[in-house]
């Protein structure tokens, strides 16, 4: 059921994580517990100019945001069909060329419709 | 299970941590001593000494520096969601040093050689984003909110970029291995035509790693230090040291997919005998080098400019650039 | 051994932080704890060797899509309390349709006939590739057998893409934008004047 030979090249990734999180958590609550805490609440105030914040952070901002992740999202799928094109070119030739330049040329006229649309455009 | 094959296997074990334990060690090595680098290099760079005091030549900066923030108090702000505040630098720490297990650092030197390795580097990359934005929205603070909202947007635009020369570059080696990845043969039409998108290469990681001329997220004159403005002690300390890990990690990146990895440089053979990890160390630092060569001479990009270079010029060129690669190797029937 | 316990420790993580994310009262937890659940599949996908899709999964689920997700959702300034207090009054009407999906589902699971060609692909996974990795053996049909599927990809991401401009895109009056090419155009004959000024003239 499972294929022992891959597995043996990512125990040790697994591993690393582990003990990549428990050396960084250690850090974190190692300097909690060594270092005098004195709480205030002045001091545990959020970060304003001087006075009391007038309101709750979390609100709403430019939508610009949004769609630059959304953007991001239909590239990023794009580069991970990029991937197995690119290490098996040899064997597809030039049928799988062409299938690539077809999906990629899909993509760019959506490319240039945002472009035309100004939806890369920040002011 | 025999007795030796209990004790091989313990043995393996043991070698594999000990092989984990020495690379995070050298990581953080490495990140005590970039930060010294940085300061004596932007000290160099302004007819300063940078520090002198502590240790000769001020060597031991890097350690005070480290027991000093240790050793601080931690603020967590009343408004903050206290887990979240604190997972966030945790996270971001311990992805800069995860993506080490499957860089290889000479011959029969990597932890992991899985067969997607360029992947596994590219997947752990693209999680940076959450250590800041999980940074950002913990505070609750406007200041850094806005910086982690900055700061996201621009790590993903520039990730796009980033994908696509990956892609040029496995074109023309044809695995996802790193190890093959360096070996792969490379003749030098194909370096002169990767060179391009070495330079777009590097900006981009300049950007990626929220280093100048591209820190806006941090922003002081603006925003104040960004997402890390609530944070204190060694919360901050892990901000901190995970951006100088990542530049490391960064350009180990580079140098592996562009500069050869641990090979001499230009296939000079008759360096041979010099370890590998040595031509490896040496091409990294020649990388960090430049990160703090443009921090010390460019001035900051403007938001509108910097989203400008990455969504208009870097992807529609990186783009092209893929294209070109794989028809040129196509029609000269180049492909490995 | 140590694979049936890794194999178990990842399926147990998934399953929690599935739960998780439903139950957790703040959504931005909800949508960190689907994160969790992302590198738990990812892990079990390394586990059944498909190594290619362990490691998109977490490239576009974990760094593309959650992210948006997390955006979203850490951004809203939505009272969820609140929200829940009328929620109650839906559950017979949930129920049912959930009831209603459930029969189907099996209905239509249990009348299914897998096609004779499945089945054998099913017993022989790796039936007619014999690549060196699953990359390749993925790349080797992904773009030629399987064109029209991969096409129609490329069509839904099109469509999103433009859904995404026509919904989210609004032009502001009144905003001044930086044009480069003008700027570039611009030339110092143009743009300014040498004056040779008398000292003490000034000039008019």
Sequence with gaps: MFNETILIEYLPILIFIVLALGISGAAVIGSLLVAKQKPDPDKNAAYECGFDAFSDTRGKFDVRFYLVTLLFIIFDLEIAFLFPWAISLKDIGMFGFWSMMAFLGVLTVGFIYEWKKGALDWE | ??????????????????????????????????????????????????????????????????????????????????????????????????????????????????????????????????????????????????????????????????????????????????????????????????????????????????????????????????????????????????????????????????????????????????????????????????????????????????????????LPLTLLWVVGTAGLLLAFDALP | MILAAVFYLFAFILLLSGFLVITARNPVHSVLFLILAFFNAAGLFVLLGAEFIAMILVIVYVGAVAVLFLFVVMMLDIDFAHLRKGAMQYVPLGLLVGVILLTELVISVSAWQFNSLSQQNLAVPEIGLNAATNTQALGAVLYTQYVYAFQLAGLILLVAMIGAIVLTHRVRPGVRKQSIESQNARRPEEAMEILKVQSGAGIS
């Design chain 2, 1 to 314: 299970m025999s007795i030796d094959r209990e004790i091989e296997m313990f043995l393996a074990f043991a070698w594999m941590l000990g092989h984990i334990i020495v690379l995070i060690v050298g990581v953080l090595l490495g990140v005590a001593y970039l930060t010294y680098a940085e300061r004596k290099v932007l000290g160099a760079m302004q007819r300063r000494q940078g520090p002198m005091t502590v240790g000769p030549w001020g060597l031991l900066q890097p350690i005070a520096d480290g027991v000093k923030l240790f050793s601080k108090e931690t603020i967590i702000p009343s408004q903050a969601n206290k887990i979240v505040f604190l997972l966030a630098p945790v996270i971001l720490f311990a992805l800069a040093l995860v993506a080490w297990a499957v860089i290889p650092v000479d011959k029969d030197w990597v932890l992991a050689n899985i067969n997607v390795g360029i992947l596994y580097l590219f997947a752990i990359s693209s999680l940076g984003v959450y250590g800041i934005i999980m940074a950002g929205w913990a505070s609750n603070s406007r200041y850094a909110f806005l910086g982690g909202l900055r700061s996201a947007s621009q790590m993903v635009s520039y990730e796009v970029s980033m994908g696509l020369i990956i892609v040029c570059v496995i074109l023309c080696t044809g695995s996802l291995n790193l190890q093959e990845i360096v070996l792969a043969p490379r003749p030098i039409w194909m370096q002169i035509w990767l060179f391009p998108m070495f330079i777009v290469f590097l900006i981009s990681i300049l950007a990626e790693c929220n280093r100048a001329p591209f820190d806006l997220p941090e922003g002081e004159s603006e925003i104040t230090g960004g997402f890390m403005v609530e944070y204190s002690a060694m919360t901050f300390a892990l901000f901190f040291l995970g951006e100088y890990a990542n530049m490391i990690l960064m350009s180990a990146m580079a140098t592996t997919l562009f500069l050869g990895g641990w090979l001499p440089p230009f296939g000079m053979w008759f360096l041979d005998f010099v370890p590998g990890i040595v031509w490896f160390g040496l091409k990294t630092c020649a990388i960090l080098f430049f990160f703090l060569w443009a921090r010390a001479t460019l001035p900051r990009f403007r938001y509108d400019q910097l989203m400008r270079l990455g969504w208009k010029i870097f």
